[in-house]
């Protein structure tokens, strides 16, 4: 991580936290914690926001978040959406109404899919605003939904044409 951020790559964190991979809770967090200052662009769900900032609110993770140095932070919030988050503010984009069958795999769907907008737009992580953040909020929001109308993480992740098809949707 430290060479490719040292070379101008783009670092993407999410930390992905389960507890029965580590030892105890203090050390996951002291771990996840020390490769937050390495990120541009990180993704927390609403139980790693809790355990990496403290922070009650989720607008104040944000700040507690960006004042380490990343450029954007999404806190996805399931059903509720996500809200993300810039030096320029932060905007809550609310989720696809959806018949959730199995949430496996749902933040993968979502990141992966930020990402891939992200990259898309070929602009330096700098340059994005917190309008085109959450379009691709939304964006990763409409692969989510998808993603939890199936079963299994893998086997569930939507295809591109599916994730444009549930835009128009909304």
């Known amino acids: 991580v430290k060479t490719a951020k040292e070379t101008g790559a783009l670092i993407s964190y999410d ?18 914690k020390s490769v937050i200052p390495l990120a541009d662009v990180m993704k927390v769900s609403d139980e790693e926001r809790l355990l990496l900032t403290g922070a009650k609110s989720y607008e104040e993770a944000a700040e507690v ?11 996805t919030l399931g059903e509720d959406g996500v809200l993300v988050a810039t030096k320029n503010g932060k905007e809550h984009v609310a989720g696809f ?19 891939y907008k992200l990259s898309q737009s070929n602009e330096s992580i700098e340059k994005i605003t917190l309008d085109m953040a959450a379009e691709y909020a939304r964006f990763a929001n409409a692969a989510a939904s998808l993603c939890v109308e199936n079963f299994g993480g893998i086997p569930s992740m939507p295809l591109l044409a599916d994730v444009e098809k549930r835009m128009k949707m909304k």
Do not use: C, Q
């Open 97 to 115: 109404h959806t018949n959730a069958i199995d949430t496996t795999g749902a933040g993968d769907a979502f990141w992966g899919t930020f990402l």
């Open 15 to 32: 930390p992905n936290y389960r507890a029965s991979l580590w030892k105890d809770e203090t050390t996951a967090v002291e771990t996840m």
């Open 65 to 75: 978040l960006l004042s380490l140095g990343l450029k954007l932070v999404a806190i």
